[in-house]
């Protein structure tokens, strides 16, 4: 079974700046079947990013992933006020599928 | 329009049994793996299982095989979560989910239910 592990745990930030968020994997993910969604209080996550890289439809282009093998990334390049939520990877090479523990970014 | 619409809050007590469903619309059902995905109050996001509507193929997460049953009805498009026995830490919202891409079970989640919030007391 896949561990993955985010950081950091929290991310307090401003609007503008950038966010970096970490996503580290106890064992290389196949085919690099690593997604990142975003979650906002009382609704269901939404997908943003899948195949490590590439954006799901309509994710704005501040948006972006990057990674392989077992430590992956997720760049929002500018924050906005919409972005502040707490973010999860998954991977989904391997069964049973699994997500990290999340990252909250915050307003700073 | 890709929809998957779940059942509504259930307030149940301990030991009592439950099945909750996920009905899709708008695709082809029988095509898509359906998962289902656990979150306890403030906690994050735990994949429990999926199915293949097709041919009720299921895989467990080894957390969540013996305590819960996926299983699908075809005829109806939809997908349910049943539990037995029911315990307080089963107290969580379950999302069912559907990867992008037909056939294929190791893929992301696009579509998302709204979630069923199960509440379990003693």
């Known amino acids: 079974e896949i561990v993955l592990t985010q950081s950091p745990g929290t991310l307090s930030l401003s609007p503008g700046e950038r966010a970096t968020l970490s996503c580290r994997a106890s064992?290389?993910?196949?085919?690099?079947?690593l997604a990142w969604y975003q979650q906002k209080p009382g609704q269901p996550p939404r997908l943003l990013i899948y195949?490590?890289?590439s954006r799901a439809t309509g994710i704005p282009d501040r948006f972006s992933g990057s990674g392989s093998g077992t430590d992956f990334t997720l760049t929002i390049s500018r924050l906005e006020p919409e972005d502040f939520a707490v973010y999860y990877c998954?991977?989904?090479?391997?069964?049973?599928?699994?997500f990290g523990g999340g990252t909250k970014v915050e307003i700073k | 329009e890709v929809q998957l619409v779940q059942s509504g809050a259930e307030v149940k007590k301990t030991g009592e049994s439950l099945k909750i469903s996920c009905k899709g619309s708008?695709?082809?059902?029988?095509?898509?793996?359906i998962a289902w995905v656990r979150q306890m109050p403030g906690k994050g996001l735990e994949w429990m299982g999926i199915?293949?509507?097709?041919?009720?193929?299921?895989k467990y997460s080894p957390s969540f095989q013996g305590q819960v049953t996926i299983s699908a009805d075809k005829s109806i498009s939809t997908a349910y979560l049943q539990w037995s026995s029911l315990k307080a830490s089963d107290t969580a919202m379950y999302y069912c989910?559907?990867?992008?891409?037909?056939?294929?079970?190791?893929?992301?989640?696009?579509?998302w239910g709204q979630g069923t919030l199960v509440t379990v007391s003693s």
């Open positions: 989910v559907r990867p992008s891409f037909p056939y294929k079970w190791n893929d992301a989640f696009d579509y």
């Open positions: 199915i293949y509507p097709g041919d009720s193929d299921t």
């Open positions: 998954q991977q989904y090479g391997s069964s049973p599928q699994s």
């Open positions: 195949g490590a890289s």
């Open positions: 064992q290389s993910i196949s085919s690099n079947y």
């Open positions: 708008g695709y082809s059902f029988t095509a898509y793996w």
